[in-house]
Every structure is written in C-alpha cells, then in structure tokens.
C-alpha cells in the first residue's frame, strides 16, 4: 500500500508531486522549502526557513504514522555558502539526538527567495531501534 500526503501547497499541485510518501515503514518526503503555508510568504531568514521546512516535514511525517524522530535520512540543499552556519543553528538541535545520514549541497534555488531546501527519508520506528 501507498499512502501520499499532501500539504496543500499549491506547488504541489503545479509540479504534480506528494510533500511525503508512505511505502510499507518507509517514508520519502520531498525536497521542502521555508514557505509558511498559512500564509505562502517566505521569511527573509535561512534560518527561519530552515525551521519552517522542518515543521512542515514534521507534520508530513505525523500525517504518514511516522515522526521526525525516525528519520534516518536528511539532504540540505542550500543556495549559498554563507548560509551554512545558519542552517546548523537551525537544524542541529532538531537532529543532534537522531543523527541521521545526512548531505549539504551547494545548488541554486528555482525561486530568489529559497534559500534552503530540505528533503528526509523517514522508517517507522527507527526511534525505538
């Protein structure tokens, strides 16, 4: 079975993609950006945008059956290298007990105002392995 979540967000619909999808305990979210789906506006921040990716994972995550704890896999895509220790700040406290596998790439943005681009794989239970 396969179940897929959906955010809402309007890119979602454009581009024709799932924000997560659940196989079996596994769980693929997509490459996330900083948007405040409440609002659709983008902080100015990297940081905030950092933390507003992670709490739309998380609430993909939830609506699969799974956490942000069970994440096993995690990949930054951050547009620009003085973003960098910014994106640790933010990232760091979520992930320094999980310690997932984890990759930062330098890439460009499809819009000027993403600054970070979060993408995770998620096994259920993997918190309690």
Do not use: C, W
């Not at 406290?93 to 681009?117: D, H, N, Q, T, W």
């Amino acid at each position: 079975m396969v179940q897929r979540v959906s955010t809402g967000s309007p890119f979602e619909a454009t581009f024709g993609y799932s924000r997560a999808v659940r196989h079996e305990d596994t769980v693929y979210v997509s490459g996330t950006t900083g948007y405040d789906y409440a609002t659709m506006k983008m902080p100015e921040s990297v940081g905030e945008q950092a933390s507003n990716a992670l709490a739309t994972i998380a609430k993909a995550l939830q609506e699969a059956g799974s956490d942000i704890k069970d994440v096993v896999r995690v990949v930054y895509y951050v547009g620009d290298r003085s973003y960098v220790d910014e994106v640790v700040k933010a990232v760091g406290p979520v992930f320094a007990e999980i310690r997932p596998a984890a990759s930062m790439l330098l890439v460009g943005m499809i819009e000027e105002a993403m600054k970070i681009e979060i993408e995770v794989t998620a096994r259920i239970g993997a918190q309690h392995s």
